[in-house]
């Protein structure tokens, strides 16, 4: 059995490999609140009031007690006093008519001397006790005026932008492997020569 030496060329290749990095980019977002002021002003009252007033009067009752000026008790008796003349004035009058008709067969003069010798009987009441309702009484209450006026809340309101921070992303490229190419020759004969050449 023949064996021949059959030329050979091997190539044996290898790709370049790229490396990335990145940094992802990051992004934050906050919204601080509203700021809101509110004020409630306090209401305004105004209270208005008239003082309540009682009044008494026992003037009738000092008089029915017999506690009287000296002016009314002068007063009083000047008025008892006229009305006794008048009453005499009077009885004296009518008795004066019935002597004059004498002759119509009547006789007054008994009935007269027994009016004008027997005085009247006096009536007589305890004089310290006061009349029903001599005490007079009147009362006025108090007026009460109330004005109330409403204040409306103050409100103060801001808004607030929101703050926002960005930080950008970045890519780092680079060669983790480089590319290759082996050739190898075998079994070559060049001009008689044989060689092996390695690239």
Same mark, same amino acid.
């Given at each position: 059995?023949?064996?021949?030496?059959? =030329?050979?060329?091997?190539?044996?290749?290898?790709?370049?490999?790229?490396?990335? &990095?990145?940094?992802?980019?990051?992004?934050?977002?906050?919204?601080?609140? %509203?700021?809101?002021e509110i004020r409630q002003p306090k209401a305004?009252?105004?209270?208005?009031?008239?003082?309540?007033?009682?009044? /008494?009067? &026992?003037? *009738?009752? !000092?008089?029915?007690?017999?506690?009287?000026? =000296?002016?009314?008790? #002068?007063?009083?008796?000047?008025?008892?006093?006229?009305?006794?003349?008048?009453? +005499?004035? %009077?009885?004296?009058?009518? &008795?004066?008519? *019935?002597?004059?008709?004498?002759?119509?067969?009547?006789?007054? /003069?008994?009935?007269?001397?027994?009016?004008? +010798?027997?005085?009247?009987?006096?009536?007589?009441?305890? +004089? !310290?006790?006061?009349?029903? @309702?001599?005490?007079?009484?009147?009362?006025?209450?108090?007026?009460?005026?109330?004005?109330?006026?409403?204040?409306?809340?103050? /409100?103060?309101?801001?808004?607030?932008?929101?703050?926002?921070?960005? &930080?950008?992303?970045?890519?780092?490229?680079?060669?983790?492997?480089? %590319?290759? $190419?082996?050739?190898?020759?075998? #079994? $070559?004969? @060049? *001009?008689?020569?044989? @060689?092996?050449? $390695?690239?």
């Amino acid at each position: 059995m023949i064996f021949m030496d059959i =030329p050979q060329i091997r190539i044996q290749s290898q790709p370049a490999l790229i490396s990335i &990095q990145t940094n992802t980019a990051k992004r934050t977002i906050e919204q601080p609140k %509203a700021t809101q002021e509110i004020r409630q002003p306090k209401a305004e009252v105004d209270i208005q009031t008239s003082p309540s007033k009682l009044t /008494i009067d &026992q003037s *009738q009752a !000092w008089y029915d007690m017999n506690i009287r000026s =000296p002016e009314e008790m #002068n007063k009083d008796a000047a008025r008892e006093g006229y009305q006794k003349v008048m009453q +005499g004035i %009077a009885r004296r009058t009518r &008795q004066g008519e *019935q002597l004059m008709k004498i002759e119509n067969n009547s006789n007054p /003069i008994p009935s007269q001397a027994i009016e004008n +010798g027997n005085d009247k009987q006096k009536q007589f009441n305890v +004089g !310290w006790i006061p009349s029903v @309702f001599s005490v007079k009484t009147n009362y006025q209450p108090s007026e009460v005026n109330i004005n109330v006026q409403i204040n409306k809340p103050i /409100i103060n309101h801001t808004p607030n932008k929101p703050v926002i921070q960005y &930080q950008r992303g970045s890519v780092n490229t680079g060669i983790r492997q480089e %590319a290759s $190419l082996e050739i190898d020759f075998e #079994n $070559l004969k @060049f *001009q008689g020569m044989n @060689f092996e050449m $390695l690239i």
